[in-house]
Antibody, heavy 114, light 107 residues
Framework: EVQLVESGGGLVQPGGSLRLSCAAS????????MHWVRQAPGKGLVWVSR????????SYADSVKGRFTISRDNVKNTLHLQMNSLRAEDTAVYYC???????WGKGTTVTVSS | DIQMTQSPSSLSASVGDRVTITCRAS??????LAWYQQKPGKAPKRLIY???NLQSGVPPRFSGSGSGTEFILTISTLQPEDFATYYC?????????FGGGTKVEIK
């Protein structure tokens, strides 16, 4: 079964850091571009970042540029999102997403609050 | 950045109704548009890709049309399991942008 499972979410103070991970199973992650999408409580979907298949090219939403870093480990079939300088407005459920296969994780919740 | 304006933001409808949702792009995006359905507490699910192509496994009561800047999602005969929030997504250029969503509620 094709599956993505996120981890690493939690409660963090403003200015803090978190590293999200997304483990893929049932398919070879290295074949696909991958994305992170987030959804604040009661709000819509917002694209955050993407990485190409070998990790050589990345893109970010302006709201996270310079603070978030997307990366991948194709040997471990895992995607990451390093989030630094977190703000209250980063509070959301974060989904990893393989667009071409339309595979989504169940999401991991990040709460930024003092 | 390409803005996606989705309307309406919510609607009330009855089982059996025909429902249409519109997305307008701030600039031409060819047919680089997909439609997603999301139920509470769940990840989104793609219904339509390339503006008018039905995703495998999605019931044929869902259809998409449009190209350029205006796109429509139609549910021909609303079923109880269709009450959800729907989003359009443009993937013509980065940053990818979603519409604001349309919540379809039971009348």
């Amino acid at each position: 079964e094709v599956q993505l499972v996120e981890s690493g979410g939690g409660l963090v103070q403003p200015g803090g850091s978190l590293r999200l991970s997304c483990a893929a199973s049932g398919f070879t992650l290295s074949s696909y571009w991958m994305h992170w999408v987030r959804q604040a409580p009661g709000k819509g979907l917002v694209w955050v970042s993407r990485i190409d298949s070998d990790g050589s090219d990345t893109s970010y939403a302006d709201s996270v540029k310079g603070r978030f870093t997307i990366s991948r480990d194709n040997v471990k079939n895992t995607l990451h999102l390093q989030m630094n300088s977190l703000r209250a407005e980063d509070t959301a459920v974060y989904y990893c997403w393989g667009y071409h296969m339309d595979v989504w994780g169940k999401g991991t919740t990040v709460t930024v609050s003092s | 950045d390409i803005q996606m304006t989705q309307s309406p933001s919510s609607l009330s409808a009855s089982v059996g109704d025909r429902v249409t949702i519109t997305c307008r792009a701030s600039q031409g995006i060819r047919n680089d548009l997909a439609w997603y359905q999301q139920k509470p507490g769940k990840a989104p699910k793609r219904l339509i890709y390339a503006a008018s192509n039905l995703q495998s496994g999605v019931p044929p009561r869902f259809s998409g049309s449009g190209s350029g800047t205006e796109f429509i999602l139609t549910i021909s005969t609303l079923q109880p399991e269709d009450f959800a929030t729907y989003y359009c997504l443009q993937h013509n250029s980065y940053p990818l942008t979603f519409g604001g969503g349309t919540k379809v509620e039971i009348k």
